[in-house]
Nanobody, 127 residues
Framework: QVQLVESGGGLVQTGGSLRLSCAASGRTFSDYAMGWFRQAPGKEREFVAA????????YYADSVKGRFTISRDNAKNTAYLQMNSLKPADTAVYYC????????????????????WGQGTQVTVSS
């Protein structure tokens, strides 16, 4: 089992920045690729970004490319999502997730390719 706990959400104005953290415990963190997803009210959970086990490969949804950066620190068992130039459309609950799948699996952004999930952290961007 892998336990994931997100933090860093909050209320920010349009154009502002937030940094989300995802602290992992349980199994060896570097055994898992990590992803960030988000879910707005009334919408399906959608892929935001993913990072490979050692951090050498990163993948982004088109909607956040150039504004968000995913990273990880395996020594600290933590993944991050730096979010810049935030827009009201970015308002959602953000979830981190861990995948033991292949690159083609976790980079697909498919929810079912991720094995463990955090409880989520709310991000609200005001206009």
């Amino acid at each position: 089992q892998v336990q994931l706990v997100e933090s860093g959400g909050g209320l920010v104005q349009t154009g502002g920045s937030l940094r989300l953290s995802c602290a992992a415990s349980g199994r060896t963190f570097s055994d898992y690729a990590m992803g960030w997803f988000r879910q707005a009210p009334g919408k399906e959970r959608e892929f935001v970004a993913a990072i490979s086990r050692l951090g050498g490969s990163r993948y982004y949804a088109d909607s956040v490319k150039g504004r968000f950066t995913i990273s990880r620190d395996n020594a600290k068992n933590t993944a991050y999502l730096q979010m810049n130039s935030l827009k009201p459309a970015d308002t959602a609950v953000y979830y981190c997730a861990a995948s033991d799948g292949s690159a083609s699996q976790y980079s697909s952004g498919t929810v079912s390719e991720y094995d463990y999930w955090g409880q989520g952290t709310q991000v609200t961007v005001s206009s």
